[in-house]
């Protein structure tokens, strides 16, 4: 069986997002995993504090363009990279398609 990740996401309207990745076989740390995607999060976060009317096709195309990047950065065979980046890419969105929004309570008691 897969092992996996949870992670909790929060909209800046405070939903709540809860994750259970799937991790590949190969990982090697879980948790550096979880801060690494932690990282990332947070720079695009205040990137988008700064210039709040940045569309989300304009967030996703850069983010697809850095995934090409950094594969590409990778030393070894460049189809095997690419072929391991679609593979993760696909488990990863495959893992959010069950997740839920969770809105937090509005109104008075």
Request: no cysteine; hydrophobic share 45%.
């Amino acid at each position: 069986m897969a092992a996996k990740l949870p992670y909790r996401a929060t909209t800046a309207t405070g939903d709540r997002l809860d994750f259970e990745f799937t991790l590949h076989e190969e990982t090697g740390d879980p948790v550096r995993v979880s801060q690494m995607l932690s990282a990332l999060l947070a720079t695009l976060d205040r990137d988008l504090q700064l210039q709040p009317d940045t569309s989300n096709g304009d967030l996703l195309q850069a983010l697809a363009m850095a995934l090409a990047v950094r594969t590409r950065l990778l030393f070894g065979d460049g189809v095997t990279a690419e072929a391991l980046s679609r593979q993760l890419l696909e488990e990863a969105l495959a893992s959010s398609r069950e997740v839920e929004r969770q809105s937090p309570a509005a109104g008075h008691a």
